[in-house]
């Protein structure tokens, strides 16, 4: 690397007379005056002179055979340099007769656009998949009339430069011969045959039924302004029996060609007889007819070709639909197989998975519950929630017995298996959902707070807190972070797991579980409109 970085700050005058030196060392290298303690320097200093000679010769190589591309597509002009090696650091040109204004310029690691040819801004693209290999080339878009022609691709490496000629031929195929009768001449028919949009310039061939070539008469090619040739050729049929005649424009790059025929009827060459005149004025009448008859048949073929357009599209749009139906039924098919390997999944070890209330379901029994909506709408509506506030306060303060709970269970209480309900909590800014199991060796009324123990899952305004609390104290408070509060809750009671489980039923999403809890009494589910602290329990 030391000796790479000098060799690259020479100039031509000292690297001239770098090679000098090292020659004169050759020469003292083989002479036995010399000392042996420095043979070792020369041979390394002979060795960076070949890999400096070596390393500055490259060479460009171009397509063996023109490009060839059709008028209006892309054309891509390759070149590569030789020995492979990289030309990110390369100054690159592509031009036409001159250097400069060039056709694209690359250096410095970008396209130069100052010295750019007018007619190429905007349709050249450089290609540099392969430039960490030497290999480059020039995307020319929407080929012109005027691309057609030599290109030389330029690389400089400081004072090193080498280029290559890449051909590209542009091919126009211009529109189908159209051959019309011109009216007799020279005791025969003149026929003519004209094309357009052709480049470059075509090459005009008359030829009978029997294929047999015809001497054009006279010919005349001409370019519009885009450059694309225009061609009319005209020819005499003295030979009534020809029948048809074909007139063939011929592409000279690329051999494809494009006919048209004309029938000649009999009757149209001149004669000389009596008849002459007669068939004078026959023949404007025999034109209409055959006008006629061509228009009716273009007319049919024009109908039939709309036909078979419309059956073909048809087709396809059948085809189109039922690809389309097939993907669908298939993607439906997939989502069905992993919807359902998923679920064998989930039921494998459903009590590890808090996901998929849905599924959870199907392990539980669905409790016989009744909620009293008429309290629980009263408090949802905004313009009767305060004076129903009101009301349950008033109602508690007189009714120290109840507990205001608003879920009735219509069934034999909880003391063993799986169940769950489900309870819509809506837009109710302060509620209180969970279960309250009645103590054991306790007196007094069945609605009296002080034999029950509530675990339970409280919101007051947006904060929320899990509480497990009987008369005595409070076991468990922990702050819950919820970023979307529920609207419905379903509530998975497992008495012999001693689990008892919140979900989203609308998200899908866990929000809470008394794990290892230690039942001793019946179990009775529990809802309320207000917070626990301001429960029947701050009144005794």
């Excluded at 040109?93 to 396209?111: D, H, I, K, M």
């Excluded at 890449?166 to 001449?185: K, Q, T």
């Excluded at 225009?230 to 049929?237: D, F, G, Q, T």
Aim: charged share 25%; glycine share 6%; proline share 5%.
């Amino acid at each position: 690397m030391v000796f790479r970085k000098k060799r690259e700050r020479l100039l031509p005058c000292q690297s001239e007379h770098f090679m000098l030196s090292l020659s004169a060392l050759k020469k003292m290298v083989v002479s036995p005056d010399y000392p042996p303690a420095g043979f070792l320097l020369l041979l390394l200093l002979l060795q960076v002179s070949t890999w400096y000679s070596s390393a500055s010769r490259f060479s460009v190589k171009g397509p063996a055979e023109p490009i060839m591309v059709l008028l209006g597509a892309d054309a891509t002009l390759p070149c590569q340099l030789s020995p492979e090696q990289s030309a990110a650091h390369m100054h690159i040109r592509w031009y036409r007769n001159q250097l400069s204004p060039a056709v694209f310029v690359y250096q410095n690691g970008q396209e130069q656009g100052g010295e750019q040819m007018l007619e190429y801004r905007g349709r050249t693209e450089f290609v540099r998949d392969s430039m960490d290999k030497g290999g480059v080339a020039l995307l020319i878009q929407h080929v012109r009339a005027s691309d057609h022609g030599q290109y030389w691709c330029h690389f400089m490496d400081g004072q090193n430069s080498q280029e290559a000629i890449v051909e590209l031929h542009v091919i126009g195929l211009g529109s189908a011969p159209h051959v019309r009768m011109m009216g007799p001449e020279n005791g025969g028919i003149r026929v003519l045959c004209s094309a357009d949009g052709w480049f470059p310039k075509p090459r005009v061939q008359w030829s009978d039924m029997m294929g047999v070539n015809l001497q054009s008469l006279s010919e005349f090619q001409t370019q519009d302004e885009d450059g694309l040739f225009c061609v009319e050729a005209s020819l005499v049929v003295t030979d009534s029996s020809l029948g048809n005649v074909t007139c063939c424009i011929q592409n000279p790059l690329s051999g494809q060609e494009k006919a048209s025929a004309i029938f000649l009827p009999e009757p149209f060459f001149p004669r000389m007889d009596p008849w002459k005149a007669a068939l004078a004025g026959t023949v404007p009448v025999l034109m209409l007819f055959l006008l006629g008859i061509s228009y009716t048949g273009w007319r049919k073929h024009q109908a039939k070709e709309r036909e078979v357009k419309k059956k073909q599209r048809e087709s396809r749009e059948r085809g189109q639909m039922k690809n389309e139906k097939e993907t669908a039924l298939k993607a439906k098919e997939n989502l069905k197989a992993e919807l359902e390997q998923r679920k064998a999944l989930y039921l494998t070890d459903w009590r590890k998975a808090w996901l998929y209330p849905d599924w959870r379901k199907e392990k539980f029994k669905p409790a016989n519950v009744t909620i009293n909506q008429e309290i629980h709408q009263n408090n949802c509506d905004p313009e009767s929630k305060e004076n129903f506030r009101e009301e349950t306060q008033d109602l508690s303060l007189s009714d120290k017995r109840g507990d205001c709970n608003l879920i009735t269970l219509n069934q034999q209480d909880f003391t063993s298996g799986r169940h769950y309900w489900e309870v819509d909590i809506m837009d109710t800014d302060e509620w209180t959902l969970g279960i309250y199991e009645k103590l054991t060796g306790e007196s007094g009324l069945s609605t009296d707070l002080q034999k029950k123990k509530f675990r339970v899952l409280e919101k007051k305004g947006c904060k929320c807190r899990a509480l497990i609390c009987d008369p005595q104290e409070i076991s468990l408070e922990e702050d819950l972070k919820i970023e979307k509060y529920p609207q419905k809750i379903v509530i998975f009671l497992d008495y012999e797991d001693k689990d008892i489980s919140f979900y989203d039923m609308n998200q899908g999403t866990h929000i809470f579980s008394f794990t290892q809890e230690s039942f001793t009494g019946s179990l009775y589910p529990y809802f309320n409109i207000k917070s626990m602290e301001h429960s029947p329990y701050e009144q005794y």
